[in-house]
């Protein structure tokens, strides 16, 4: 167990360094750069843009010197923001991200598990239809339809709210429902589709046959081998909410990872891009070798090699 | 989801029902305002302007949003006028132009202070242009400053030349001209001068690039400089060289290399304003942070939260800060406009920037007169045109292409422009339209022409299909439309950066051209910085999208746009004759004689089309009715302590569409006050009350 999860994490390092340089390759690919605008620059202070930044050496140079800036997980500062490092920006911006994705994930996992258990339990009953078919819902109606819809009925018509910015608990109600619906309707049927196949299992029939009672049936043996869908898709949904996500962010002007992400590429402030690629690929790796070494506690037929 | 254990309807369902509904109704609030409004109890201005900043340090940033943040944080020699964003008296009290425009001698007040409690002194001004000009900070706007004199060869690290005699040579040398090249540079008689004060009054030295590259290839290009430069020494040009000069405590002077007659009009914006020399020096590039920066406006940085807010309050010390009204301003960096509206219709923002209502609303949310601020800004929208590429390089096509939109049809469709036949937008330049209205009769009569025909360039589809036909491309009547068979499509297309808005443009202009012309051109578009890079490096064939903003209040900065062989115009179009006119303009100390000038020059390229100019661009925004002294004017550009927020719902600004012909006691007093030490500044404001602005 304890190598695998070393020979997983030394892994992640050869990787972020791949993805931190197609990553690097494709923004030099880009036409344009930081100072264009639509002014053009007297060449004279082009050039002394280029000195500044260092842009006047060759291209292997620039990319060594990248990558061991990288290597010693330094990014050094933006290209856009003078004067604020690229470390300083994304552990600045993190917790907004963290606090609205965490705060809509618990919301999801706990509206997803209830409904999709429940369904489950019932199957094909009224609830079990009604609940499967607002989910389907939930998965397609996307955040930026959702998001100012709420808006428009809690801030705009019933004052209740606040459409938008960063503040107290009322400012976060309506981005983290917004961006919780998704993910309900996502856990809601991964839940029912997992605890229907495990409570027709064997070991389901033996805990029955045992003489347990139902609820420890259910909540004991049951809903642990029924969330094991639910588990895998948390990895990767939490490392994304974590990021930041775009459209919940602009849409209530929050001052999140995701936004600045965007606009990071949008300016080709290249140290920041990869500051920000190489944290998230970090982070989605570490994500998923969570859920992977979960999967043992939830499972006992799981085992590492 | 939340509601489902209940088993009720999903919410989205009502709500998508519910926001159908809403579509109908255009949530009028009561009283006529929109949505939620009542005056802040704080008397702090809650204000949204654009992007996050780049910087606080007025050197670095290039855009409007940092523009606008920046004038509350630091003061210049100049302000803008909240009305009209000409300048008036700053920290400078008086001033004195001479030598040919080329001399500024600023009279600085003695109670000028940084946030910290330091007096401001010249020498803070000469610090604070060396610093801004210093090739090491590399400044984007260092260009603004290049017509001080050395100002753009120390900024470019140039070098000048010292021969065996220790002479330095002088750009005479090179040119064979004698002394007279230079304006302003009479050789001073006075022994009583200082060193400095002969150098950079006197005529104009050689400078070779620094870099031993860019010098050898320059050197290569032209053998007499070669021959000059040959075993002579070279001399870094260095800050000091720079024609800045701290004359006595108070009196700060600025030689041009070549006349600027808009100097004043430029000095307000932010790359100018003073900065604190101790704290730069001290905290490097950390000085910016709330905890290190020290400032020089009407307010001080409280907060700075990036991509959140940036909260400035009254600095006690600023020198004119009883006339100071609000306690603070938080700026909101947001660029989501249906964000901005939501958060301005809820009452949580008190004003907006510029542009920022979506057309789709325009029609709705314009019914509120007290507050949708919609006026001529000092800009433009235009195409380019690739001149050096047929059949777009042959000047009739180019004409055609230029009268065959209907640009009232245009407008109306743009909601929040008006149509522009000329290059320097309408309505702003009121004495300047006047000269060029005749200055173009004068040169179209010479042609055969008249002032009413040059007029109706906004539409005539007619004469656009004649010039096409004298231009080897007839087009013939076909059914109720028109066809041009000959015309190469194939080699003519309309380029322009990806948005949405552009996009309904160049449909428009399309279908124009089509309607008019009976030709299809395609659209083309690319992201923003690959769309820059195409147009600039003329990779575009025929038309490409174009927007231009005034630097300064003053025609010059639209038609410096074709000045020089590798101009800014993106067109490939030059021509000497132009550039000559530009010359004179510049170097005219009567501004009614260099009017003219200018409007020659613009009737020059106008002839030549190499651009098709369609819309002036306007503001656009919303203010509530109790945000006072905060005017639509020309750049979107506030100065902030002109600006208050009034209680007393009976004083709030009604119909604002005539807000310029409304007196407010407060503003005007205040401008009056500051210009009193000025007299040509008083002699403007009393031309405005004989026309009758402003509510005089």
């Known amino acids: 167990m304890i190598g695998f999860i070393l020979r997983r994490l030394l892994i992640i390092i050869p990787m972020a360094l791949l993805v931190v340089s197609l990553t690097w390759g494709l923004i ?80 999801a996992l706990f509206f997803g598990l209830t409904a999709g258990i429940i369904a489950a339990l019932r199957q094909n009953s009224a609830f079990d239809y009604g609940s499967m078919a607002t989910a389907m819902l939930g998965l397609s109606v996307p955040n930026f339809v959702l998001g100012p819809i709420l808006v428009i009925v809690f801030s705009l018509w019933l004052f209740w709210l606040p459409p938008a910015r960063w503040g107290g608990i009322s400012n976060l109600i309506l981005p983290v429902i917004t961006l919780s619906a998704i993910y309900a309707a996502y856990i809601a049927r991964l839940t029912r589709a997992g605890m229907l196949e495990v409570m027709r299992s064997d070991y389901i029939r033996t805990a029955r046959a045992k003489g347990l009672d139902e609820k420890t049936v259910l909540l004991k043996h049951g809903l ?82 | 989801m939340f509601l489902i254990r209940s088993g009720k309807l999903h919410p989205v369902y009502a709500l998508v029902v519910l926001s159908s509904l809403l ?31 780049e910087s606080l340090d007025p050197a670095v940033p290039t855009g409007q949003p940092e523009a606008r943040l920046l004038m509350s944080l630091y003061d210049g020699l100049t302000e803008y006028d909240p009305r009209t964003m000409q300048p008036i008296p700053g920290i400078a009290e008086s001033w004195e132009v001479g030598q040919e425009n080329t001399e500024y001698v600023f009279k600085l007040r003695k109670n000028a202070k940084f946030s910290n409690g330091d007096p401001i002194k010249a020498q803070d001004f000469v610090y604070s242009f060396r610093r801004a000009l210093d090739p090491e900070l590399a400044a984007k706007n260092a260009y603004l400053a290049h017509y001080i004199k050395y100002a753009e060869e120390y900024n470019s690290m140039r070098s000048f030349v010292r021969d065996k005699s220790g002479r330095f040579l002088l750009e005479s040398d090179l040119n064979g001209e004698k002394q007279e090249a230079a304006p302003g540079t009479q050789p001073q008689a006075d022994a009583n001068l200082s060193e400095f004060r002969k150098f ?105 939260h990036p991509y959140d807010r940036v909260v400035v309050e009254k600095d006690p010390n600023y020198w004119d800060a009883e006339m100071v009204r609000l306690d603070g301003i938080a700026f909101y960096p947001l660029e989501e406009q249906t964000t901005m509206l939501n958060l301005y219709k809820t009452g949580e923002v008190d004003a907006i920037y510029n542009h920022t209502v979506p057309a789709a609303w325009v029609d709705s949310v314009s019914k509120f007169k007290d507050e949708y601020m919609n006026h001529p800004e000092v800009a433009i929208e ?21 009268l065959a939109v209907d640009r009232d049809a245009m407008a109306a469709f743009r909601k929040t422009t008006q149509p522009l036949i000329d290059f320097t937008p309408e309505g702003l330049f009121p004495e300047y339209e006047q000269i060029r209205s005749e200055v173009y009769a004068r040169e179209l009569k010479k042609i055969g022409s008249s002032l009413d025909e040059w007029k109706a360039r906004k539409f005539d589809p007619e004469k656009a299909r004649k010039l096409l036909a004298e231009a080897g491309f007839p087009v013939t009547q076909n059914g109720s439309g028109w066809s041009c068979p000959n015309f190469p499509v194939d080699q003519v297309e309309i380029l322009y950066n990806t948005n949405d808005n552009n996009k309904s443009i160049a449909e428009f202009i399309q279908a124009q ?37 005034g630097d300064y209040m003053d025609p010059m900065s639209f038609l410096k746009l074709f000045y020089g062989p590798n101009n800014d115009s993106s067109t490939g179009w030059t021509k000497p004759a132009y550039d000559k006119l530009i010359d004179d303009a510049n170097r005219e100390p009567d501004p009614k004689k260099r009017f003219e000038k200018m409007a020659e020059a613009e009737f020059m ?20 009715p109790y945000v006072k002294g905060l005017y639509p004017n020309p750049g979107t550009l506030h100065a902030w302590k002109f600006v208050y927020i009034e209680q007393d719902p009976a004083k709030w600004d009604r119909d604002v569409e005539t807000i310029f012909n409304v007196k407010d006691e407060w503003v005007t007093g205040h401008i009056n006050r500051l210009i009193a030490t000025q007299a040509s500044l008083v002699e403007r404001e009393e031309g405005y009350k004989t026309a009758g602005k402003f509510g005089y």
């Open chain 2, 23 to 53: 579509a109908g109704c255009g949530g009028v609030a009561s009283e006529g305002f929109y949505g939620k409004t009542a005056a802040p109890g704080d008397n702090v201005l809650r204000y949204i302007t654009g992007s996050e900043p």
């Open chain 2, 605 to 624: 390229v106008m002839q030549e089309q190499p651009v098709l100019p369609w819309q002036t661009q306007k503001t656009n925004f919303l203010r509530k």
């Open chain 2, 200 to 304: 950079i009054d006197g005529p104009m030295r050689l400078t070779v690039p620094s870099d031993e590259k860019s010098r050898n290839a320059a050197l290569e290009k032209n053998p007499k400089l070669k021959s000059l430069v040959e075993g002579a020494e070279l001399v870094p040009v260095k800050a000091e060289d720079l024609g800045v000069e701290a004359v006595d405590d108070y009196t700060f002077r600025i030689k041009l290399k070549q006349p600027a007659p808009f100097l004043l009009g430029l000095l307000p914006h932010q790359f100018f304003r003073v900065v604190h020399r101790g704290t730069i020096e001290k905290h490097g590039k950390d000085w910016t942070k709330p905890e290190n920066i020290v400032t020089s406006g009407p307010f001080k940085l409280k907060e700075h």
């Open chain 2, 513 to 549: 051209f089509k309607q008019n012309l009976g030709i299809t051109l395609q659209l083309k578009n690319q992201e923003w910085k690959t769309f820059l890079n195409t147009r600039k490096q003329l990779e575009y064939s025929g038309l490409g999208r174009a927007g231009w903003i």
């Open chain 1, 28 to 107: 030099r690919l880009a036409p344009g750069n930081f100072y264009s605008d639509e002014r053009s620059l007297p060449p004279a202070i082009e050039e002394n843009i280029k000195r500044k930044y260092g842009l006047d050496k060759p291209v292997y140079q620039q990319y060594l010197i990248m990558l061991g800036n990288v290597v010693r997980g330094d990014f050094g500062d933006s290209l856009k923001y003078q004067g604020q490092s690229v470390n300083e920006i994304i552990f600045r911006h993190l917790p907004y991200s963290a606090t609205v994705g965490v705060l809509a994930y618990l919301l």
């Open chain 1, 224 to 305: 642990r081998g029924g969330i094991v869908p639910v588990v895998s898709f948390t990895g990767p949904a939490l490392a994304n909410l974590l990021a930041g996500t775009v459209v919940v962010e602009k849409v209530f002007a929050i001052p999140g990872l995701g936004n600045i992400f965007i606009q990071s590429v949008l300016n080709r402030d290249e140290p920041l891009t990869l500051g920000i690629v190489a944290f998230l690929s970090i982070l989605i790796m570490i994500f998923n070798l969570v859920v992977d070494i979960s999967y043992g506690f939830l499972d006992p037929r799981i085992r590492y090699e």
């Open chain 2, 382 to 402: 235009y195409y380019t045109v690739n001149v050096t590429k047929p059949p777009m390089n042959d000047v009739r096509v180019r004409k055609a292409f230029a």
